[in-house]
């Protein structure tokens, strides 16, 4: 069975771009959780889709936002990007997302600003 | 809800020696409860879980952790590490009456020295 798959493994864009990052899950797994890891911060929590509908959101600003899509594939996007936008992205899935179902992970997109 | 600790952020040891990494959660329900490892430039991997039934929990690596419910722990250990060990582990917590995504730890760098 394929893990999760995340695509571009490493990005580099400038101040006021945008980007778009893509997330495959495991075939079958409907939700999909994105996290942003740095070394200060550690992982924090980005959002959740399960069937299409964002159902979980985390504390970050408007300028990053995600959809699902009707495979479960799901991207997310940042806009007018900060240098503190700097960080390992992370790309989860799980069947249902239920609380005892352990996340699969992809091993992320690298995303640097200069 | 539910928050988890670990209590450290750097632990260092000689290869063949015992390690144990510890984690503490608060939660007023019950509790499932994982443990991941994150090797250099890849995503979480998945060591071990406890949802239910023995507090020993196995898991891969000859990692074990151990569910202490009155001391709200799920600290992980190992009798051997070897130099492969070297990596980040994270602890988390999810709970039926509590957030729908786990809330992980600021995760634990284990050092693994020859």
């Known amino acids: 069975k394929a893990g999760v798959t995340q695509t571009p493994r490493y990005l580099i864009k400038t101040r006021g771009q945008q980007v778009t990052l893509s997330c495959s899950p495991i075939s079958g797994h409907r939700s999909v959780s994105w996290y942003q890891q740095t070394p200060g911060q550690g992982l924090q929590f980005l959002f959740e889709y399960f069937s299409e509908t964002q159902r979980n959101k985390g504390n970050f600003p408007g300028r990053f936002s995600g959809r699902q899509f009707s495979n479960s594939r799901s991207e997310m996007n940042v806009s007018t990007l900060e240098l503190g936008d700097s960080a390992l992205y992370l790309c989860?899935?799980?069947?249902?997302?239920?609380?005892?179902?352990?996340?699969?992970f992809g091993d992320g997109t690298r995303l640097s600003i200069l | 809800a539910q928050s988890v600790t670990q209590l450290d952020s750097q632990v260092p040891v000689f290869e063949e020696a015992p390690v144990e990494l510890r984690c503490n959660y608060s939660?007023?329900?019950?509790?499932?409860l994982f443990w991941y490892v994150q090797y250099p430039n890849q995503g979480l991997q998945l060591l071990l879980k406890y949802l239910s039934g023995s507090t020993l929990v196995k898991g891969i690596n000859g990692f074990e952790a151990e569910f202490n419910k009155s001391q709200t722990s799920f600290h992980l250990r190992k009798p051997s590490v070897h130099i492969s060990d070297t990596a980040e582990y994270f602890c988390?917590?999810?709970?039926?009456?509590?957030?729908?995504?786990?809330?992980f730890g600021r995760g634990t760098s284990l050092i693994v020295h020859p």
């Open positions: 939660s007023s329900v019950s509790v499932y």
């Open positions: 989860a899935s799980s069947p249902t997302g239920y609380y005892n179902q352990p996340q699969h």
């Open positions: 988390a917590v999810t709970s039926s009456g509590g957030s729908y995504i786990p809330p």
